[in-house]
Structure formats: C-alpha cells, structure tokens
C-alpha cells in the first residue's frame, strides 16, 4: 500500500477509490434519509437496524471512519504535493486559461465538507454512541416508541441549523461535480461509456445534494 502512495499516479488511484466508496456511502445514506419523509415508521425499523446490527456497527462503519479520514488527508497531500509542483515545474497551472474554478478549489469545497462533518457528528453521531455505549441503552426506544424520527426532526426546528446544512449540501455539490469527473479520470475511464459516467455525475452531484437540501427544509417546515 505504501508502495501505491509512493508515486503521484499511485495517490490519485487511492484517492478516486475512496471517492467511489464514500460516494455509495452517500447514496445509501440519502436513501435512508429519504425514508424520514416518505415513512417514518421505515426510517425507525431501518436506523434501528442499522444502529445495532454488529457487522454494520463493528465492521462497516469503522471502514467507513477510515475511509473518510483517508479521503481528506489525501486531499491535503495532494494539495501540497500539487502546489510545489506548479511552483517549478513546466506543467504549470495557468489559472483560468486551463483549469476550472471548482477544480483549482476542491480543497476549499472539501474543507467545508469536513466542517460540515464534525458539527453533523456533534448533531447525530456523538449522541448515538452516547445513548448506546455510554448510557448503555441498545433499546432504541423513548416513550414507548422508537426514538429516531423524533430526534431527527427535532434537529431540523431551528432554521440556523437548516441554514447551515444547505451551505454544506451546496458546498458538497460543487465538489461532486469536479470530483466525479476527476476520479473517472484518474482510474482510466477513458472510453465509448466515458460520456454516459461523465452525465450520471453530473446527475449525481445535483440530485444527491438538492434532495438532503429537500429533506432539511421538509422537517424544518412539517414539524
Ligand atoms: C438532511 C441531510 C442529512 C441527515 C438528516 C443526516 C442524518 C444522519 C443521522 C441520523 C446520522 C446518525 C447515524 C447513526 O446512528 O450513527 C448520520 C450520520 C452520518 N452522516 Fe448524515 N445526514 C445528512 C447528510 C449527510 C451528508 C451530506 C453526509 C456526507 C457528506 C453525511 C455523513 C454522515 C456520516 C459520515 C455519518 C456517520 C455514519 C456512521 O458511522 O454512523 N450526512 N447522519
């Protein structure tokens, strides 16, 4: 592995394979959340699930951990390994004349994600594991009822929050839409099917993030 990330071409690969992978993540994660809008009783039984079952909990989810922090101090190297190259090589970044405005910012774009991340784990993923392993209590339930939904809504009342969030989700579309086509790149996709990849993440990177944006507003208004 150290091998891989010894070379330039190495550390794009490793960085478009965990793009790919939080990407699905995000997917599932949307589609789950969706749930919370078209049945609040599936999104109950679905969290639960995937609250206490093991090879989520002990297995998935610190892949998932790992993936995310390799995903952003990638970035950085890449950021820094990049900016000493433009510095004095030949192949110089020449602003607007050969690059995009979001390309030459994906560390800003990303910078933001990861801001957006630690307050969403402060928000959802720190009281969970609060409720579970601190407080000890696997039961899901409050009142006699599943806790989920609820609390979940109950993040969406105050509107700076929503406010935040949509910044977040809009920030995370600009990064999508040159991280799709940076990462096709970087594994070589360069072929007849090019074209087809290329519109399925532009797709991607706006349908994904206007429907969380769908979401927080739909809470915050039908509370
Ligand atoms: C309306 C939008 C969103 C809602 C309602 C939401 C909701 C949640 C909830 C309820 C959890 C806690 C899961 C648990 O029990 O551990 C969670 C965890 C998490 N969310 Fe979100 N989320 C949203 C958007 C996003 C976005 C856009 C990203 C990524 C860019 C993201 C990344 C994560 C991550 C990495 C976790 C921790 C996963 C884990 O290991 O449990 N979320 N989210």
């Known amino acids: 592995m150290s091998g891989i990330l010894n070379s330039s071409i190495g550390r794009k690969f490793a960085m478009a394979l965990s793009a790919f992978f939080l990407m699905i993540f995000v997917l599932q994660h949307f589609v789950i959340n969706l749930f919370s809008v078209l049945s609040p009783d599936t999104f109950n039984e679905i969290s639960h699930f995937m609250g206490t079952f093991w090879v989520i909990q002990y297995v998935i989810q610190p892949i998932l951990i790992i993936g995310v922090i390799f995903h952003f101090v990638m970035g950085f190297v890449l950021e820094i390994k990049n900016n000493k190259a433009n510095g004095v090589k030949y192949a110089k970044n020449n602003g607007a004349a050969n690059s995009t405005w979001m390309s030459r910012n994906m560390i800003w774009s990303g910078g933001f994600i990861l801001v957006f991340l630690v307050i969403h784990f402060i928000d959802f993923w720190i009281p969970e594991i609060n409720t579970k ?91």
Not at 136 to 142: F, K
Not at 162 to 190: E, I, K, P
């Open 133 to 223: 392993y601190i407080v000890g209590d696997m039961s899901g339930m409050h009142n006699g009822e599943f806790r989920y939904f609820h609390e979940l809504q109950e993040k969406f009342v105050p509107i700076w929050r929503v406010a935040l969030y949509c910044v977040g989700f809009v920030f995370l579309a600009l990064h999508l839409l040159h991280g799709f086509d940076s990462a096709f790149q970087s594994v070589g996709a360069n072929n007849k099917y090019t074209k087809g990849l290329k519109g399925f993440g532009k797709a991607y990177a706006i349908i994904i993030p206007l429907g969380f944006i769908f979401i927080a507003l739909f809470h915050h208004f039908n509370h």
